[in-house]
């Protein structure tokens, strides 16, 4: 099978401070083959193992475009149009070919674009015409749109949250290529919208058993593949929203029918499944009341892999105020911090100003004498898998707090964020980790407990707080007595 891949990756907050430009992407992951610029160690885990995976089977790839970038604000006009360009580009050049495979997002959002993956499908169905199986693997905050449903073969969205099945669903979504390009199957779809808005975790019940209930319903004979799409809450546009879609072999009543179920099925479990709302006094009570072990602090609504800017400092003036032990923080960035500690060095005790730098919503600066513990190149951390790079990051004590500042803003995934600092966490009573629930695959085994707490933030799960304007309404949990057909 002649098989053309693609990646374009960016979940674009409407509530962010952050601007997106091509250089984020430059930052994160930038590998244009057709203009010859590599990049050497491609990240597998970021561009969903299409590529790869389909020359493990044989398949000959024409690889397109792979881009991701850490979230942020929408990525203006001349850069999406020049990306998009250069994927329909490199298909026309690329034609005739069997099957499209794209690892996408699905809350990408440009200057003038509300829906980048619909316009990005519609422009590649305009090429390769109606015939060509078209299969795009989605992360499971995606908005689903019209377009995107009408221009593409099949979506799959990644089951778990944290996601920890993209490899598998990459799989997943190359069976169905190969059987459609082979004529064995024909996929058809069906798909319902819904009016909520919310962070949910499926590793807590009962949407875990919603999770291993559709894994079962996929064996079922006919039915391909069930996505239930959590939505992206960030992004102010009518897309905003859950979803739920299911595609059949050919059985377009079975899809109508599972679809409706399942989508009733999460409807009905909303106020079970919302992220929780514990407030930051909240939180540090619990932690007073808790036990020896190791507590984890999700610093939920200030987390990169939405689009916060992770530099707030509620919870660092917070944990000086309540001279908690053994406590640590990170990742908070501070390109200015960071190198300020690598010029005074290891041991040096200096005057810093900690974070509040990117918006109102990141507090008031944290200033105080603090000194260097300890200073890396290149900091790593695991994510998705993969061993992602953070570049410089230095790490400062307070007393007996640990603080690791970043030069990259990136949410905190895995452990080796402090312990490649030198801060060791089995040593700790308390870390508060800027991210909403990626930590959770990696901490969880260390913690004894985990608590997610709400401050101000770009990511808060607080929606009231925000001043969303496009939104299609009514919608859970903004407004009152919604419900659905």
Avoid at 387 to 413: K, W
């Amino acid at each position: 099978m002649r098989l053309f891949t693609a990646c374009l990756v960016h979940e674009s907050s409407g509530f962010s401070p952050i601007p997106t430009s091509l250089q984020n992407f430059r930052d994160g992951l930038l590998h244009r083959p057709s203009r010859g610029e590599l990049v050497p160690l491609r990240l597998t885990a970021i561009e969903c193992g299409l590529t790869t995976k389909g020359t493990a089977r044989g398949h000959d790839i024409v690889e397109s475009v792979g881009a991701a970038a850490t979230p942020s604000g929408p990525l203006n006009k001349a850069d999406y149009e020049l990306l998009r360009d250069e994927i329909v580009s490199d298909l026309k050049k690329a034609m005739p070919v069997d099957a499209i495979g794209l690892f996408l997002h699905g809350a990408q959002l440009a200057e003038g674009y509300d829906d980048c993956e619909g316009d990005l499908l519609a422009s590649l169905r305009a090429v390769a015409g109606p015939d060509i199986p078209i299969g795009v693997e989605f992360d499971l905050h995606g908005n689903i749109t019209p377009q995107m449903m009408a221009n593409s073969t099949v979506i799959i969205g990644c089951k778990e949250y944290p996601h920890i099945d993209f490899s598998e669903r990459a799989d997943e979504l190359l069976d169905i290529l190969e059987a459609a390009a082979a004529k064995r199957i024909r996929p058809v779809s069906a798909w319902r919208k819904l009016p909520m808005l919310g962070i949910f975790h499926t590793t807590r019940q009962p949407l875990r058993g919603l999770v291993d209930r559709i894994s079962a319903l996929e064996k079922t004979p006919g039915v391909l593949t069930i996505t239930i799409a959590h939505g992206f809450p960030w992004a102010d546009t009518p897309h905003a929203g859950s979803a739920i879609i299911v595609t059949t072999d050919n059985d377009e009543a079975l899809a109508a029918r599972l679809c409706d179920e399942i989508a009733r099925a999460f409807f009905a479990m909303r106020n079970e499944i919302a992220a929780p709302l514990t407030t930051l006094d909240e939180a540090f009570s619990l932690v007073s009341s808790g036990g020896n072990g190791l507590t984890v602090i999700a610093d939920t609504a200030d987390n990169a892999g939405g689009g916060a800017a992770s530099d707030s400092t509620y919870f660092l003036h917070e944990l000086v105020k309540r001279r908690i032990e053994n406590a640590a923080i990170g990742m908070i960035w501070d390109p200015m911090a960071v190198k300020f500690a690598f010029d005074a060095g290891v041991g040096a005790t200096l005057p810093l100003r900690i974070g509040g730098k990117i918006s109102p919503l990141s507090g008031v600066p944290f200033d105080a004498e603090v000194t260097v513990t300890a200073l890396n190149p290149a900091l790593w951390q695991t994510a998705f898998g993969y061993r992602q790079p953070l570049g410089q990051a230095a790490a400062v004590r307070i007393g007996d707090l640990d603080i690791v500042l970043s030069s990259v803003r990136e949410q905190t995934h895995g452990p080796e964020a402090f312990s490649e600092m030198g801060i060791d966490l089995a040593a700790k009573r308390l870390v508060v980790v800027k991210s909403a629930q990626h930590f959770y695959a990696t901490f969880n085994p260390l913690a004894e407990r985990i608590i997610y707490a709400v401050a101000p933030g770009a990511t808060s799960v607080d929606f009231t707080t925000f001043d969303y304007q496009r939104l299609s309404r009514p919608i859970w949990p903004l407004d009152q007595g919604v419900t659905i057909d």
